[in-house]
């Protein structure tokens, strides 16, 4: 049981670069989210997922997209990467919304952007 | 939307110590209140949470406490150890996502001296 799995765990970009990062769960999961974690800042909602082919916008959205088109995948898309998305980047899945039961996330993915 | 503050942002203790982190919401609606710790390199992972209808919730060296008046709620650990030593969060249900989804305060580097 592998929980949630990430990948890449590291990846550097150029200005303007596009890439996708993916993440899989192996729960059963309903619930999918995607957060970035920046120093001093906790972590920061980008985007979020109710169940498969449904997505909407967290806290900041802006210059990611997302797609739920499988149940237990959830992938984060950078169309044109920008040095402020340098960030360490979080999935996690919940059986129920996350506002009243457990989160369980995936060990991260790191991207700095030049 | 919810905006949850997180005091201190590191925290030093010698071991046996105890260690208290507190957390302040805005949202007086939220019901939910759990506590993650990260260690160096991984995921967050729940470690206690509290819901409304109690004021307080003990497991082992831990305990959440949780005041609705003053709208605050505290993690203790007590007797620290060096595997203690890493990042907590606290969080609170994000009612711009419908509760779907977690705020997170920005955290606090607990750091356990032998």
């Known amino acids: 049981n592998a929980g949630v799995t990430q990948t890449p765990k590291f990846r550097v970009l150029k200005t303007g670069q596009s890439m996708t990062l993916l993440c899989a769960q192996d729960?059963?999961?309903?619930?999918m989210y995607w957060y970035r974690q920046d120093p001093g800042m906790g972590l920061r909602l980008i985007h979020y997922?109710?169940?498969?082919?449904?997505?909407a916008k967290g806290e900041v959205p802006d210059g990611y997209n997302v797609s739920r088109l499988k149940k237990q995948n959830f992938l984060l898309g950078l169309e044109s990467a920008a040095p402020s998305q340098t960030s360490v980047y979080f999935c996690?899945?919940?059986?129920?919304?996350?506002?009243?039961?457990?989160?369980?996330f995936g060990e991260g993915s790191r991207l700095t952007v030049l | 939307g919810e905006n949850v503050e997180q005091h201190p942002s590191t925290l030093s203790v010698q071991e046996g110590d105890s260690a208290v982190i507190k957390c302040t919401y805005s949202d007086s609606a939220s019901n939910y209140f759990p506590w993650y710790k990260q260690e160096l390199g991984k995921g967050p992972q729940l470690i206690i949470d509290i819901r409304s209808n109690v004021g307080e919730k003990k497991d082992q060296r831990i305990a959440v406490t949780l005041n609705k008046t003053a709208k605050h709620f505290s993690l203790h650990i007590t007797e620290t150890q060096p595997e203690d030593s890493a990042v907590y969060f606290c969080a609170a249900p994000e009612g711009d996502t419908g509760r779907r989804a977690l705020t997170f305060g920005s955290g606090t580097r607990l750091q356990v001296q032998p």
């Open positions: 729960m059963n999961h309903e619930y």
């Open positions: 997922s109710v169940g498969e082919g449904t997505t």
């Open positions: 996690a899945s919940s059986y129920n919304r996350a506002g009243t039961g457990e989160l369980f």
